[in-house]
């Protein structure tokens, strides 16, 4: 038998994802996306990586199944990688960053 999930622990899971949806609705709402995209072309890069600023995991959001779906569409590659980086306190934690690569075609 499964044991029970206190009521405090699901609050803090509650609060835990929908901090993540709200960071990922700025970093990653297609406005954003597509400005960080445009920015990078305009200097001349066919690629950009979007990394939340704490290493949390913003993959499972919908703002950014939407941005990977826009990308997607779009003919860009939209992978998500990797990273280690310090939390506020210093420690090292594992984060996921968006990478974004078109490679000259448009979208």
């Not at 609050?11 to 990922?24: S, T």
């Not at 066919?46 to 779009?74: E, H, N, S, Y």
């Not at 003919?75 to 306190?89: E, N």
Request: aromatic share 6%.
């Amino acid at each position: 038998m499964k044991t029970p999930v206190p009521p405090y622990v699901e609050g803090v899971r509650a609060l835990a994802a929908e901090a993540r949806e709200r960071a990922a609705d700025a970093l990653l709402g297609i406005d954003a996306v597509r400005q960080a995209v445009t920015l990078a072309a305009a200097s001349g890069f066919d690629q950009v990586v979007i990394r939340p600023a704490l290493p949390v995991d913003l993959r499972g959001t919908a703002a950014a199944r939407a941005a990977v779906k826009f990308l997607t569409d779009g003919g860009a590659s939209a992978t998500w990688q990797k990273y280690v980086a310090a939390d506020p306190d210093g420690r090292q934690l594992g984060g996921h960053e968006l990478r974004i690569e078109w490679g000259g075609a448009p979208f």
